[in-house]
């Protein structure tokens, strides 16, 4: 049962252009959400967070947008730099003992 | 402040043999949690530890896995007996409390068993 869906494996863009990752959850019990950047061979790097009383946080060029009803958030990268090149993954939690539930990822390739 | 630190990076193991991972959490982290990615796939929660206790093990395959995080020293993920499909990625994470956003991971261990 896969509570946490990325349902695109992979993202192309432009560098300078708008990056949406997209993320799909089904349990309304989440109240937190998590997007993680990922290289090849390293750990997954904290990007940004949304609490579930809010639908939309901004740190620099990201930024999150939670749709409650629609189960859904987005991570938008503006503008977008060929360093973005990386796995990017959703997560969700219940706030009780930071334990994660992970998306399957998106693999997002900036083009120069 | 050196961050969550995981050896070996790289470990292989015939099977039948047994694995040890370690996970030294970042200074002043007493919450740890392991995570195993499989290929292709993303992070699977495994278990949550705080000191000398288990808190939530929910993901551990009911055999051959093992978890422990003592007073003094790394939290220890082991497996035994290990079998191909326990090929994977594996993650620590460590926090100060129970609360997500405070979590840092290490870069993993990556077991291939043979």
């Known amino acids: 049962d896969q509570q946490v869906k990325q349902n695109s494996p992979s993202l192309s863009v432009q560098e300078g252009r708008i990056s949406i990752l997209n993320c799909d959850y089904t349990?309304?019990?989440?109240?937190?959400f998590l997007w993680y950047k990922k290289y090849p061979a390293e750990g997954p790097t904290f990007l940004i967070s949304?609490?579930?009383?809010?639908d939309k946080n901004e740190d620099g060029r990201f930024t999150v947008f939670l749709n409650k009803s629609a189960k859904h958030l987005s991570l938008h990268i503006v503008p977008s730099q060929p360093g973005d090149s990386a796995v990017y993954f959703c997560?969700?939690?219940?706030?009780?003992?930071?334990?994660?539930?992970f998306g399957q990822g998106t693999t997002l390739q900036v083009k120069p | 402040n050196a961050g969550v630190m995981q050896n070996p990076r790289h470990l292989v193991r015939r099977r039948g043999q047994e694995a040890r991972l370690r996970c030294s959490p970042m200074?002043?982290?007493?919450?740890v949690y392991w995570y195993r990615q499989l290929p292709e796939e993303g992070l699977k929660f495994m278990v949550y530890?705080?000191?000398?206790?288990?808190?939530?093990e929910s993901g551990m395959p009911k055999e051959r896995f093992s978890a422990e995080f003592p007073k003094e020293g790394p939290s220890i993920l082991r497996i035994q007996q290990v079998v191909r499909g326990d090929s994977a990625a594996y993650f620590c994470?460590?926090?100060?409390?129970?609360?997500?956003?405070?979590?840092?991971f290490g870069q993993g261990t990556r077991l291939t068993v043979v």
């Open positions: 994470a460590s926090s100060p409390s129970a609360h997500s956003d405070e979590a840092f």
């Open positions: 349990n309304s019990m989440f109240d937190y």
């Open positions: 949304i609490s579930s009383i809010k």
């Open positions: 997560a969700a939690s219940d706030g009780n003992t930071g334990k994660l539930i």
């Open positions: 200074k002043g982290h007493s919450h």
């Open positions: 530890l705080q000191k000398e206790n288990i808190i939530d």
